[in-house]
């Protein structure tokens, strides 16, 4: 696997970072160069968004995709992607309904390059529960996952917590079926325990927010993660969320796998802003990272 | 390239039927989030210019150039409404608009799997457009 082949923890970004900017005054290309610059070579696509034509791109934007993945030293980790539950009025989507949107989007991903993707279940409740027929469409998927070699991962988002029973569920499922192409993306938004200036608290914080050690027992099913941020300070600190503590427990523990930044602070209309939040989290997680 | 905003300003313009007459208009309306729409996921509540409000029943969708009314939307669960692409709303308005200056906006959004809450249509009591932000949903703009 590409994105697994040096141990030790890697930078990437995921183009979710750009997503009001995305398609006005930036596209592929532009990103691209913005990831070189920073010596961020890992990727994540949100697939809808980025493929030309998704679900069916062209052979010549695969082309091009292929191309500038080469020139700009990029590597596809985790391809973002939906099982819609909510596809049609007044129903919910059956097994066979999310299994073909999900089967296409691990032969796309895999023929892409990319070894993870960001398997976004349909939810039921305000915790952020699954459907109820999660178990049935991933363990009929995983013949597929493993054929393509991709790793499908639910987000772990605030305010599900990293100790909720979701996630119990979740590693239950993983050891009875005996998998290793099912597994977590941790958004570390569910670490967060200080308040983003000028928005009001984050439902996951009055829950009480995760702990940086909440991570350690589900580091083996954890292939990538969102380096979530929501405000860079002009010294290179991220305000809300405790980094130096998540990152020293993923060293210590020897975690292999992509930080993949996503920016989900305020004005994400302004590219200058945009920008300037990326760059100072990258500047951050080189320090932290020893690079 | 799109602009920024929900509603854009190429693309708005009088429609006419083959005597020269005015019959509607039309405009463009973006997503401004990261991802695409399937049709059945699509929802609209209407057009609004100076004040009137259009809504579906007098509005046809047209995306990547094929026209579909608001119903025939709601079957249509593998075809993309595509992130890089504007939608066009044709309206019906005998006369069309006047020139110079309107007041233009739209409500709409789409359904997400992953956001609680059900499927239904737009609350319009709300003045959030979903996990979009609220910008450039209304514009002014001039009709030549």
Not at chain 1, 80 to 109: C, M, N, P, Y
Not at chain 1, 235 to 249: A, G, L
Not at chain 2, 45 to 69: H, I, L, M, P
Not at chain 2, 107 to 130: N, Q
Request: glycine share 8%; aromatic share 12%; with cysteine.
């Amino acid at each position: 696997m590409q994105a697994q082949q040096k141990p030790g923890i890697h930078r990437g970004v995921s183009t979710y970072c750009w997503y009001p900017l995305y398609n006005v005054n930036m596209d592929l290309e532009d990103s691209f160069m913005i990831m070189q610059d920073m010596g961020a070579h890992g990727l994540e696509i949100l697939a809808d968004g980025i493929i030309k034509g998704y679900p069916y791109p062209s052979k010549e934007w695969l082309n091009k995709w292929f191309a500038l993945c080469d020139h700009y030293e990029i590597v596809p980790v985790e391809y973002g992607h939906w099982v819609e539950s909510k596809l049609f009025r007044g129903r919910e989507s059956t097994v066979e309904e999310s299994l073909e949107q999900l089967i296409h989007d691990i032969k796309l991903a895999s023929y892409m390059g990319f070894t993870c993707m960001r398997t976004k279940l349909g939810v039921i409740d305000g915790k952020l529960t699954p459907t109820l027929i999660w178990r049935d469409v991933i363990r009929k998927a995983l013949p597929y996952a493993e054929k393509y070699n991709v790793v499908m991962q639910p987000e772990i988002h605030s305010p599900t917590r990293l100790t909720d029973q979701m996630i119990m569920d979740y590693v239950e499922f993983i050891e009875k079926e005996d998998t290793q192409f099912f597994g977590f993306n941790v958004d570390f938004g569910t670490f967060q325990n200080k308040p983003t200036p000028g928005r009001e608290l984050p439902p996951g914080f009055k829950m009480n927010p995760s702990l940086p050690e909440d991570i350690i027992p589900l580091l083996p099913y954890i292939h990538c993660c969102h380096a979530k941020y929501y405000n860079m300070s002009e010294d290179f600190d991220e305000t809300t969320i405790p980094y130096v503590e998540i990152i020293n427990i993923m060293k210590e523990h020897g975690w292999n796998g992509y930080l993949l930044s996503e920016y989900e602070g305020p004005n994400k209309e302004s590219y200058n802003h945009c920008m300037t939040q990326v760059r100072r989290h990258h500047v951050m997680l080189k320090r932290l990272l020893g690079e | 390239m799109l602009e920024y905003e929900g509603v854009q300003y190429k693309g708005f313009r009088n429609l006419y039927n083959e005597d020269g007459e005015a019959i509607g208009f039309q405009v463009g309306i973006r997503l401004i989030t990261y991802r695409g729409a399937w049709l059945s996921q699509f929802r609209f509540a209407y057009v609004e210019v100076d004040g009137e409000k259009y809504r579906a029943d007098r509005c046809t969708f047209v995306v990547s150039g094929v026209e579909y009314t608001y119903e025939e939307t709601f079957t249509l669960g593998r075809v993309k409404w595509p992130l890089d692409e504007a939608m066009i709303i044709r309206v019906k308005k005998p006369g069309g608009l006047s020139q110079g200056n309107h007041t233009v906006s739209a409500l709409y959004g789409e359904v997400a799997s992953y956001i609680p809450g059900d499927a239904g249509e737009i609350d319009e009591t709300r003045t959030s457009h979903g996990h979009s932000e609220a910008i450039g949903f209304t514009r002014e703009m001039i009709i030549v």
